[in-house]
T-cell receptor, first 113, second 114 residues
């Protein structure tokens, strides 16, 4: 079975500062990894995913995440955040070829002006 | 032109009642899901259907019964509601049943049981 731990429940940062949201996973088999974002009062949206190939994956709005197999991590980073990035961020894992996603507890990113 | 829609958005009801939540997707996807998000934002899958067939059925009380009349719809009926059923329920859809496919989520239904 897979599990995900998001190490921070809340991360407050100032606008234009860099941010890192941490995600560690546990699995005995190869995995796919995902970051989903939930803006206030909305459903989740896929931000980025790692399936195979390059361990560094990027989103269209400046976020990136790096798959680190040795540390079983998939941390999400952005070099300069905007007020509009305020949201809940969920890391998720699944076994390769599986049907089910397992989500972490979420990290609330709050951007202060 | 909402991709995944749910009704109602809010549902307040008393313990013991029976209620339904409806979900529709217009993306032409084959797979649909129900998730439960509790008060701590923890999101867990409940059910998944692929081409109207149940493919994931987590350890959910049998008071919860999903129904998929066609590929575009997945409804959730809950019998004998309990206080612990209070949560936000999300419907989602994807092109196929494998986790590698992006899941598209609806806006959620906030269920409050009093």
């Amino acid at each position: 079975a897979q599990s995900v731990t998001q190490l921070d429940s809340q991360v407050p940062v100032f606008e234009e500062a860099p941010v890192e949201l941490r995600c560690n996973y546990s699995s005995s088999v190869s995995v796919y990894l995902f970051w989903y974002v939930q803006y206030p009062n909305q459903g989740l949206q896929l931000l980025l995913k790692y399936l195979s190939g390059s361990t560094l994956v990027e989103s269209i709005n400046g976020f990136e995440a790096e798959f680190n197999k040795s540390q079983t991590s998939f941390h999400l980073r952005k070099p300069s955040v905007h007020i509009s990035d305020t949201a809940e961020y969920f890391c998720a894992v699944s076994a390769r070829g599986a049907q089910k996603l397992v989500f972490g507890q979420g990290t609330r990113l709050t951007i202060n002006p | 032109d909402t991709a995944v829609s749910q009704t109602p958005k809010y549902l307040v009801t008393q313990m013991g009642n029976d209620k339904s939540i409806k979900c529709e997707q217009n993306l032409g996807h084959d797979t649909m899901y129900w998730y439960k998000q509790d008060s701590k934002k923890f999101l867990k899958i409940m059910f998944s259907y692929n081409n109207k067939e149940l493919i994931i059925n987590e350890t959910v009380p049998n008071r919860f019964s999903p129904k998929s009349p066609d590929k575009a719809h997945l409804n959730l009926h809950i019998n004998s509601l309990e206080l612990g059923d209070s949560a936000v329920y999300f419907c989602a859809s994807s092109q196929g049943p494998l986790s590698s496919y992006e899941q598209y989520f609806g806006p959620g239904t906030r269920l409050t049981v009093t």
